[in-house]
């Protein structure tokens, strides 16, 4: 946990709004997940969550190095700065195009998910063009879901994965795309499940179907993809979940339809953002404007959709944690000394009271919570997000209402060891007019 003076002393340094990763608590949810885990079990680290090269860079440390699971160029371009070896790269998504997978080819990747037989065989296309073999991991859109609750990506229609019941007809050609090698299967069923049983369920039928697949239809099952889903509060207090159970249920489960797969036959991986990412970072955010209108009080801070919670679009509600910081040192003295004497007021005992908290963005749907409970915080504040870690930085609306990017800064042992701020930047293309 990061002291009070030592956010204000940075907000003072790096400017408001700013992230703020911690990286010793990045390695701890990292540990936290391998250790969720079977001993022979990788896992890929799903730069979507944050792609941010020191972030990626940290996972890839021993004793416990992830592997890189990107969706798109510029993931690819950060796992490729991280120092993750291309070879060992997998890149997926539904939409890939033929440039895209050549560039992926011309930075050495060799392993793709592949999300139906046409992306296969666009990916065999540009592959043959290239004289390279890729491997594939088909990703599959299971029939049924077990579970019912998080965030559910398979089980319905879906630009996601190939629907299961299709393999009779398409196993043949999927198999024998040139320019293609199908070497597994890969799985993402749901997302960010606080409970075991759903996630224990999913897994068990993934691997089941996986282990069907390759008694079927002959498909290898060298590399099994089993997907995620583990869970991280998001924007609220609070830490992961645990499962205790998950790892000896995955075990279990893998002997029964894999019963070489300890001896490195089939090599087993889980993919995770959130969960290893979302609990190192906290967005700090100041408070520009305290406003009431019609007995509602608004809080207007500097930090809105542009800089966090772009994934509100997809109708997640985004309950904020808020907590009472010394007020930063700003020019404004009365403003400091406003924030101060509420934090003091607070610290007595002063009621809280509901506010809305809004970006600074010219339209309503600059919201970041509503009617959440804060103390009586004036301007100058400084209003904490925690576990912004994932989906912080990287989810914003950066170019809406063209406003500034945060700086982004990193923590180790205490210290900042690394500060950066993305810049858009427009260049002009007339030679391609
Ligand atoms: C294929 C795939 N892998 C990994 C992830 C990362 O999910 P999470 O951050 O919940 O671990 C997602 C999220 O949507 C995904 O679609």
């Not at 160029?73 to 195009?97: D, F, N, W």
């Not at 830490?239 to 893998?254: C, G, I, W």
């Not at 520009?288 to 509602?296: A, E, I, M, P, Y």
Request: glycine share 12%; with cysteine; proline share 6%.
């Amino acid at each position: 946990m990061i002291a009070g003076a030592v956010r204000s002393g940075l907000v003072e340094r790096f400017g408001s709004p700013l992230y703020v990763y911690d990286l010793d608590a990045l390695r701890a949810s990292q540990a936290d997940l391998r250790a969720a885990l079977p001993e022979d079990f990788g896992i890929y680290y799903s730069l979507k969550a944050n792609p941010h090269p020191v972030i990626a860079r940290t996972l890839r440390e021993v004793p416990a190095p992830c592997r890189a699971e990107v969706c798109s160029a510029g993931e690819l371009r950060s796992a490729l700065e991280a120092g993750y070896p291309a070879g060992e790269i997998l890149y997926g998504g539904p939409g890939k195009t033929a440039v895209e997978i050549g560039g992926a080819l011309a930075a050495g990747v060799r392993r793709m998910s592949v999300e139906s037989l046409s992306d296969l065989r666009r990916v065999g296309r540009v592959a043959t063009a290239w004289g390279v073999t890729v491997e594939c991991l088909l990703r599959i859109n299971a029939q049924a879901a077990p579970s019912v609750t998080s965030i559910r990506m398979t089980g319905t229609p879906s630009q996601f994965g190939i629907d299961a019941e299709t393999l009779p007809e398409i196993a043949e050609d999927l198999l024998s795309t040139r320019g293609t090698r199908v070497v597994g299967a890969h799985f993402y069923p749901l997302s960010n499940s606080r409970d075991e049983e759903s996630l224990v369920a999913e897994f068990r039928q993934s691997i089941e179907l996986a282990a069907s697949m390759q008694a079927t239809f002959g498909i290898p099952m060298r590399h099994l993809d089993l997907g995620g889903g583990f869970a991280a509060p998001y924007a609220a207090a609070g830490d992961h979940p645990v499962y205790p159970k998950l790892r000896m249920e995955l075990a279990r489960a893998m002997d029964v339809s894999f019963p070489g797969w300890r001896d490195g036959s089939v090599k087993a991986y889980c993919e995770s953002g959130r969960f290893l990412a979302g609990g190192c970072g906290e967005l700090l955010t100041s408070v520009t404007n305290v406003k009431q209108s019609r007995g509602s009080r608004f809080l207007i801070m500097d930090a809105g959709i542009n800089t966090f919670g772009g994934m509100a679009g997809l109708g997640r509600m985004l309950p904020l944690s808020v907590d009472v910081d010394v007020a930063r040192a700003s020019e404004a003295a009365g403003d400091v000394v406003r924030a101060s004497e509420a934090a003091g007021d607070l610290a007595r005992g002063a009621e809280p009271g509901r506010a809305t908290l809004t970006g600074p963005l010219c339209t309503p749907g600059d919201l970041l919570g509503r009617n959440v409970l804060v103390p009586d915080l004036g301007e100058g504040a400084i209003v904490v997000i925690a576990n912004a870690g994932a989906y912080g930085a990287s989810s914003g609306l950066v170019n809406f209402l063209s406003r500034p990017a945060p700086a982004e800064i990193f923590l180790d042992g205490g210290e900042v060891v690394a500060a950066t701020r993305q810049v858009n930047s427009r260049i002009d293309i007339k030679d391609d007019i």
